[in-house]
Structures are given as C-alpha cells and as structure tokens.
C-alpha cells in the first residue's frame, strides 16, 4: 500500500466553509466550466464546418485528435509545473493561452490549420485541470473532501451542457466561428478575476516552505509571512516529484491509477466527439442529436456528485465499481436500444451516469492518493496518461466510421475499455489518506 498520508487533520475544521474557501471552489469551478465547453466545441462546430467547406465530418478526426494531444502534452508538463511554480500562475497561464488560440480558431480556413489551433488550445486546457484538482483539493474539509472536488469539476460537464444548448441556436444565426470566438472571450474575462481573487495554496506554500501544515489556519489561509500576497520564491523540491511517483510504495497504485485513467478517458472522448455524428448517421434530427451529448454531460454530471458522496461516506471502491460496471453494460446496450429517441437518450443519460461519473470519482480518488508535494504531478500525470488513450478515442471513432462498422458493434466494441477499467480497479486500493479506509 502505497505510504501517502497526508498531513491535514480535522479538530480545528470548521463547521461551515469560509468565503476564502467558497472564493476557491467557484472561481475553480468556472474554470472547469469553461475547459467543458471548449473541449466539446470542436464537435458542436464540426457539421456545420463539414457542410460548409464541403468535406466529410469523419475527417475530422484529426481535429479532434490534435486537440485531446495538447491536452496530455500540458496535462503531463503543467501538473508538474503547479508542484514547481504554484497552482495559480499555471491557471494564468493556461488562461492566456485558451483565450489566444480559440478565438484563432475561429479564423481557421482549412482542416490543417484548425488543427493546429485546437492543439494550442488544448495546451492550455490540459494545463488548467490538473491544477484546479489539486487547489481545490488542498482547500476542500477533509469530511466533504470528495463531494467538493467532485462539484468542482461538475463545472466540466455543465460547460459541455451549456455548450451543447446554446450552440445549435449560435451556429444558427452567427456561424460556427461564434463557438470558438465564445470559448476565447470567456478566458480573457477570468484572467482578472484568477489574478485578483484567486489565493495560492496554503498547502503547497507550506510544503515549499519546509513548515508543517499546522501553520494553516482553519478556514484554509495560511500566517502572513506564507499570504498569497507575499513575493516568495518556492524552494525547489529536494527530489523529481515525477520519480516519487514510482517510489517502491506507490509504484503498483500509480501503473494501475494510469490503466483506469487511459481506458476509461478512451471511451469518454470517443463518445464526447463522435455521439452527435453517430446519432446522425442513423438518422436522427441534428438537434436530438446535439441533446444526446447534453444528457450524456449531464448523467456525468450527476453521476459524478452521487459518486463523490460515496467516497466521503467510505463507500467509494463500491461505487467506482458499480460505475465502471454500469459504463460497460449501458454503453452496450446504446448499440442495441430501440432507434426511438425517448429510449436510446434515456440509455445515454445512464451511459453518461456511470461513464462520466466514474471519471469524476477518479479525479477526486486521485487527488487523496498523492501527498501535497506531488499531488498535481500525480494527478497531472494520470490525467496525461489518460490522455493518450482520449487522443486514442476519436481516432478509434474515426476508423470505425470510415470502415463502415455498424452502429451496434461501435457500442459493443466501446464497452471493453470499461470491462478493463473494472478489472484494474480491483487491484486499486486505497491510500491511507482516504477517508474511512
């Protein structure tokens, strides 16, 4: 069992959240929120870019694939550099980085060239989750640790959601370009807000400061010297927090925490870019189709929530269990559901539920596993590993599409990355760090 308790304790918790803590989880939140939308942008676009500049929507596989490689390269480098530099100067320079390349996005001409955007946008993007995990993680009661992190991250979904109910109407009177000239304007508008109102971990300021976590204060500050205002330059770690990964204690826990991370990002991208083309392809009207990826992002969504509650009552391997269970058994029957709307977006909603959800449980299991010090590199690097297998996604969907597999084997043969995830969480076990172990 990997050794990464943790240093927190709960007698001087609070029985309500502060407003420093609120300040954290909201502003943490809207950042989640619009990472949601801009990820799904691309598919929301891609019908109306296909009709327009004449080519086939499976071709844009690489689009979709080029963004998703942003977001493990920055998963990968960012989540190291929020242990290195702080976690909020890596949201400021994801930020800026979201708000430049999407409205760029905008102005692409050609397939090629709005690849290349999307994979600048994903640099930001995929440097944004891994460190709004861990702030929110080194903020969040120990008792309600998994619910907040989880509603946190919601924010991710409901992005998508918002996303997928206003993009039919704005494609509709101002074009495809709106989508991504909404999903750059948004960012800029934070950044003010991030660089103003958006404290440092008092964890990692403590870390960085050789000092026990004692000298945080309950409602989550830290003493002046340690403010978020002070200019102090963080030591530097006394080793690679990528190498304290595969400490011989934490070694099996993190090849393990990567397999579940890999597969089951795989299926989700692959059904966060394809569904709507899916949906289409036996012949649903584009707008029944826009809303299957709004219940999928909205069972995720509850699912998530359901599943954090679970995890702070010390019932979590159970539910991440059932989940992944239940992702593989509803995304089958997506391939087999009566071709009714009613009946194949109520399999979606539960598709979303497990699948989604699950996703969300790991986030939040994730960030219990690693100690302070490298708990956004552990976190960043599940999330880059499991990137791979969301570049792996569309690109699947894409072959499928182009050799014409029919819509019930898609779905069948998308249940078996969820089969592997049950397999390795058996062998998943929890941290000392987690809550009722």
């Not at 297998?389 to 969907?397: Q, R, W």
Request: aromatic share 10%; with cysteine; hydrophobic share 55%.
């Amino acid at each position: 069992m990997a050794d990464v308790s943790d240093t927190r304790t709960e007698p001087d918790e609070p029985d309500r959240l502060t407003s420093r803590q609120w300040r954290v989880f909201v502003i943490c939140g809207i950042i989640a929120m619009l990472d949601g939308f801009d990820v799904q942008a691309p598919a929301f676009a891609a019908p109306a870019i296909a009709e327009q500049w004449g080519i086939e929507v499976s071709a844009f596989g690489i689009v979709f694939t080029a963004g998703l490689l942003g977001l493990t390269i920055s998963s990968l480098v960012m989540g190291a550099a929020g242990d290195r530099i702080g976690r909020r100067p890596a949201l400021l320079i994801s930020l800026v980085i979201m708000a430049i390349f999407s409205i760029a996005s905008a102005f692409a001409t050609g397939l090629t060239e709005l690849a290349v955007m999307r994979f600048l946008v994903g640099l930001g993007l995929g440097g944004a989750v891994p460190n709004v995990i861990a702030l929110t993680s080194e903020y969040a009661p120990p008792r309600i640790h998994s619910t907040v992190v989880t509603l946190m991250f919601v924010g991710f979904p409901f992005g998508a959601v918002v996303g997928g109910l206003a993009s039919s109407y704005m494609i509709g009177v101002y074009g495809w370009e709106s989508i991504f000239i909404l999903g750059g304007v948004l960012p800029a508008l934070l950044l003010p807000v991030v660089w103003k109102l958006l404290p440092e971990s008092p964890d990692y300021l403590a870390a960085r400061t050789h000092l026990h976590e004692s000298t945080r204060r309950p409602d989550g500050s830290v003493p002046n010297h340690l403010d978020d205002s002070t200019d102090m330059r963080p030591t530097k770690p006394s080793q690679n927090s990528i190498a304290l990964l595969f400490q011989r204690s934490r070694r099996t826990l993190t090849l393990l925490m990567w397999v579940v991370f890999f597969c089951n990002l795989m299926s989700m991208y692959l059904l966060i870019s394809w569904l709507p083309v899916l949906l289409e392809s036996i012949e649903f009207d584009r707008r029944v189709a826009l809303m299957g990826t709004v219940l999928l992002n909205l069972g995720g969504a509850i699912g998530g929530i359901v599943i954090a509650r679970c995890l702070d009552k010390g019932f979590g391997r159970p539910a991440l269990f059932a989940a992944f269970f239940g992702a593989a058994a509803f995304i089958a029957m997506l391939g087999i559901a009566p071709q009714v709307p009613t009946a194949i977006l109520g399999v979606i909603f539960l598709a979303g539920f497990a699948l989604i959800g699950a996703q969300f449980g790991m986030n939040a299991f994730a960030a219990l596993c690693y100690p302070t010090a490298i708990r956004s590199t552990g976190v960043g690097w599940a999330l880059g590993v499991g990137r791979i297998g969301s570049i792996a996604g569309p690109g699947v969907g894409a072959l499928l599409l182009y050799f014409d597999f029919e819509f019930a084997m898609i779905f069948l043969l998308l249940a078996i990355p969820s089969l592997i995830c049950l397999l390795s969480f058996v062998g998943l076990r929890p941290s000392r760090s987690y809550p009722n172990s």
